[in-house]
């Protein structure tokens, strides 16, 4: 089993920035490939950002591929610290349509472009809520 936390959400102004955290546990880190999706209200889940499993092994390693969906791309940036067991989501410019909650996914092995599917996670954190006022 893997438990995932979020943390880092709030309320910003719009153009503002906030950086989301997801600590994880219950396997090796490194094996995880990681995955931000956020949901608004009265809209279906919506994947915004993946970054590939570690295949180096445990080292911190800014190696892993990562994936944005087109709306994030440019204002978003994922990275994992394998050494602190965590993913961010480093959220700049932020736009009133990036309110919504917040979660993080993990998923044992699987890698490619495949991660821009919420299907394929396994494992879910509780979501943190993101509001951006205009």
């Known amino acids: 089993q893997v438990q995932l936390v979020e943390s880092g959400g709030g309320l910003v102004q719009a153009g503002g920035s906030l950086r989301l955290s997801c600590a994880a546990s219950g396997r090796t880190f490194s094996r995880l490939s990681m995955g931000w999706f956020r949901q608004a209200p009265g809209k279906e889940r919506e994947f915004v950002a993946a970054v590939e499993r570690d295949v180096a092994g445990p080292i911190s390693w800014s190696g892993s591929s990562t994936y944005y969906a087109d709306s994030v791309k440019g204002r978003f940036t994922i990275s994992r610290d394998n050494a602190k067991n965590t993913v961010y989501l480093q959220m700049n410019s932020l736009k009133p349509d990036d309110t919504a909650v917040y979660y993080c996914?993990?998923?044992?092995?699987?890698?490619?472009?495949?991660?821009?599917?919420?299907?394929?996670?396994?494992?879910w954190g509780q979501g943190t809520q993101v509001t951006v006022s205009s």
């Open positions: 996914a993990a998923v044992d092995f699987l890698s490619g472009v495949r991660l821009m599917s919420s299907a394929i996670y396994g494992y």
